[in-house]
């Protein structure tokens, strides 16, 4: 086990934005190195590695449980008893190995359906910082195409000036507001795109805290809500409101509404409102479907009813 957890840690803690790629990497490498000879063992073992490497890095994106979700329902899905555990074995690297290709080239896929919504112009607004995103807009610019985004600082984590900052560095007109100027700004924007840290059954998304007022938001002014997120990210899981995403959330994804520090603020309550001390908050939420025009994903543009098919072929393939 040790050799796969000194794997994954010096390859994650060098590159963690490539986390879905890391993690079918070590998924993989299980297999190999594995001396199971059941599919028990190899069930029990698999589970131990996944389970040390949570406890090893807390919290890991929903990503991490995603893939190893998908990786995992091929094992109960071709017994070895029907195959032989040698052939078991190899049609579970196979299984990886197709995951990996899958990943690859996944953000530059959903890149390209901007084309089709960003022009000359437009004006964007984003709230919380995604790689896939990030990408897209990456491409526009690329293209010459002329549009501005709109970045709400997403408190409390901040994350949102370290989006301004990449947009800045590319020649973009980039603005960053408090999440609280968001219904003062949004008759200025043409849409609104986000990324996701988990799409879930419904086609509603978990995403970092504030997506869900800025989706009720441009919902109520008629402004097309967009997420842009691989299909790896894809979850069995049906919440049905904000309080169903709690299983989900690890403890160190909380914080406290009585003193937030970032790199960007420093903020500190006054020592009256002690009740507040024991009120704590999730570092994401859930934004149901309903909020959500299109969502631009590797497997193309999905409407949210169309995520459960899509899920479905995904962990059958």
């Not at 040790?2 to 060098?14: A, D, P, R, V």
């Not at 999905?302 to 393939?317: A, R, T």
């Amino acid at each position: 086990m040790s050799e796969i957890i000194e794997f994954f840690q010096e390859k994650y803690e060098k590159n963690p934005d490539k986390l879905n790629t890391i993690t079918i990497e070590t998924l993989i490498k299980i297999i190999t190195n594995s001396n199971s000879q059941t599919i028990m063992e190899f069930e029990k073992e698999l589970k131990s590695i996944i389970t040390k490497l949570r406890s090893i890095y807390d919290p890991l994106p929903f990503s991490f449980t995603t893939v190893c979700d998908i990786f995992s329902n091929t094992i109960t899905r071709n017994p070895s008893s029907l195959t032989g555990f040698d052939k078991w074995k190899k049609d579970l690297i196979k299984r990886g190995e197709t995951l990996h290709e899958m990943n690859k080239e996944n953000k530059t896929e959903i890149a390209k359906l901007g084309d089709r919504f960003l022009e000359d112009g437009s004006v964007v607004l984003c709230h919380g910082y995604s790689q896939t995103v990030s990408k897209m807009f990456h491409r526009q610019v690329n293209r010459k195409v002329n549009f501005s985004v709109i970045v709400t600082e997403t408190f409390p984590s901040g994350e949102g000036y370290k989006f301004a900052q990449k947009l800045s560095s590319w020649g973009v007109e980039t603005s960053v507001i408090p999440d609280s100027s968001v219904a003062f700004v949004i008759d200025q924007v043409d849409m609104v795109v986000v990324g996701a840290e988990a799409v879930v059954e419904s086609g509603g998304i978990i995403n970092v805290l504030g997506t869900f007022q800025v989706s009720i938001i441009a919902k109520q002014f008629n402004k097309p809500f967009y997420v842009a997120s691989e299909s790896l990210k894809f979850m069995r899981f049906y919440p049905l409101n904000q309080d169903d995403i709690n299983e989900l959330v690890s403890e160190n994804r909380t914080g406290s509404l009585l003193e937030q520090k970032t790199d960007n603020f420093d903020i500190k309550f006054d020592k009256q409102i002690q009740i507040s001390k024991k009120k704590q908050f999730h570092m994401l939420d859930y934004t149901p479907a309903e909020n959500i025009t299109i969502l631009f994903t590797d497997l193309g543009a999905l409407s949210p009813s169309g995520v459960s098919d899509e899920l479905i072929k995904l962990y059958i393939k």
